[in-house]
């Protein structure tokens, strides 16, 4: 019973991550190959942070990453993908 559990929740987190790339790119046109080294910094934060904080809640612990994780896709946007626009309305 849990093998067919871990079977479905894997097929989920890898449709997830099929309906980002989907979605990128229908919008861009560009297929955005960070986007699944987005989500392992995210799980590998929620790792690490479960390991350390071994009291706490794990809810509260994935919430904070999902906030950092925001903070970072964020930044990689500004830095990333804002120059590449800039630099296709040059050519």
Known sequence: MQLIVNIIVLAAIYALLACGYVLIYRVSRVLNMAHGEIAMLGAYMLFTSASLFVGNPLTAIAVAVVIVMIAVAAVI????????EQWQNCV
């Open 77 to 84: 946007v500004a830095i990333v993908v804002d120059r590449s």
